[in-house]
């Protein structure tokens, strides 16, 4: 199966400040990652798709001026937490989806963002 | 409206009391459906995908099966380390050649020595 990781494991901000959160497909390309939020006890809830080369897709009432996701290579997805605040703490996951007749679909190891 | 429901919220098991999760879908093109383990603090672990009614995958003490209405996740004499969260989801195709990943709110797992 295909190998994702994320950058960083957690991370710990202040309120107001801006964080990058990475996700690398480590052995295939990726035209296509999604980006989950998932509170404590809660199932993952999409936020975006992210596409190589192209503008993310937000999923309704994400907003994506806040959110800001860059799909710069077929191996990288970054997820940028702009001004974030409290309530921006979460579990922050990706995905990559397999290609071609393969519908697989592998998860990165997550991020626990904390805002303080 | 496309949704995936699963059941129960949450188990307590003995070890060695076998039990099943279910995992019932009302959706429009369906491509496959999903089930995850997930433990605190890390990303889903994928566990087995099913495309078509009928179908049974294995893998040690889990066993997934699917219809055309729900899945069944079988766990056979459950040890403590199969305490987990088990997370169904369902893989939709969309117009345009996406896909949508629709998830259940997982059932917690917890097995007791």
């Known amino acids: 199966g295909a190998v994702v990781s994320q950058h960083p494991s957690w991370v710990i901000c202040k309120s107001g400040t801006s964080v990058k959160i990475e996700c690398r497909s480590l052995?295939?390309?990726?035209?296509?990652m999604f980006w989950y939020r998932q509170f404590p006890k809660q199932s993952l809830m999409l936020m975006a798709t992210?596409?190589?080369?192209?503008?993310?897709?937000?999923e309704q009432g994400v907003e994506k001026d806040k959110f800001l996701i860059n799909h710069a290579s077929l191996t990288l997805s970054t997820l940028t937490v702009t001004s974030a605040h409290p309530e921006d703490s979460s579990f922050y996951i990706c995905?990559?989806?397999?290609?071609?007749?393969?519908?697989?679909?592998?998860f990165g190891p997550g991020t626990r963002l904390t805002v303080t | 409206e496309d949704q995936v429901t699963q059941s129960p919220e949450a188990l307590r098991l003995q070890e060695g009391e076998s039990s099943s999760l279910n995992c019932s879908y009302t959706?429009?093109?369906?491509?496959?459906l999903f089930w995850y383990r997930q433990d605190p603090g890390k990303g889903p672990e994928f566990l087995f995908t099913?495309?078509?009614a009928g179908e049974e995958k294995e893998k040690e003490r889990l066993k997934a099966t699917l219809t055309k209405k729900e899945s069944f996740l079988h766990i056979t004499a459950p040890k403590p380390e199969d305490s987990a969260t088990y997370l169904c989801?369902?893989?939709?195709?969309?117009?345009?050649?996406?896909?949508?990943?629709?998830f259940g709110a997982g059932t917690r797992l917890a097995v007791h020595p």
């Open positions: 995905r990559v989806s397999g290609t071609g007749n393969s519908y697989e679909q592998y």
């Open positions: 052995d295939f390309q990726a035209t296509t």
């Open positions: 992210s596409n190589e080369g192209s503008k993310a897709t937000y």
């Open positions: 959706v429009s093109g369906l491509r496959g």
């Open positions: 099913l495309y078509s």
């Open positions: 989801a369902v893989l939709l195709s969309l117009s345009g050649g996406y896909n949508k990943l629709i």
